[in-house]
């Protein structure tokens, strides 16, 4: 059986035909990644989010202070105070730009469909927060919609189609 070096420079079809799982292409110096995310369920995109965390890490030195804005960083996650725990707690956001991500094969789709303005929604149709995502992306203007391999994705509201 090939190794994952062998599926370099492509993407596969969908594997055993189960929706939404899909051999991707990795960005250099990741292996490949098969993708189980499904855009309509309560999920999220895990793969994905694990490689944005893994290249900008929130740390716990970036925590805000109790009262006082929080500091910029460059961090993927951002620090949420949940008055429940009485704690900051990590959450990740709704949207990627990192269209690349997907393989080239997709990216090169999406980017040829939408240009560079353009994000990844991480967050499945059925996420308890997936309208609070909606309305940020609507509030920086912003609108939600779905296109290649079955993905949703944001754009400016006013893009001409």
């Not at 997709?106 to 149709?125: E, T």
């Amino acid at each position: 059986m090939p190794g994952p070096a062998s599926y370099q420079g492509r993407m596969s079809d969908i594997i055993g035909g189960t929706p939404g799982v899909r051999l991707q292409d990795a960005p250099p110096g990741h292996a490949p990644v098969a993708f189980d995310f499904d855009p309509e369920s309560d999920g999220y995109f895990y793969q994905i989010n694990d490689i944005l965390n893994a290249a900008n890490p929130l740390e716990d030195a970036t925590k805000p202070p109790r009262i006082g804005p929080p500091q910029p960083t460059t961090a993927n996650q951002s620090w949420v105070w949940h008055e429940d725990e009485q704690d900051y707690l990590k959450h990740s956001g709704s949207v990627t730009d990192k269209i690349e991500l997907l393989g080239p094969e997709l990216a090169s789709q999406v980017r040829q469909r939408y240009g560079d303005d353009v994000y990844l929604v991480l967050k499945g149709r059925g996420h308890e927060t997936y309208g609070l995502g909606v309305q940020g992306e609507e509030a920086r203007g912003y609108k939600i919609e779905k296109g290649p391999g079955g993905y949703y994705y944001s754009i400016p509201a006013t893009r001409k189609r």
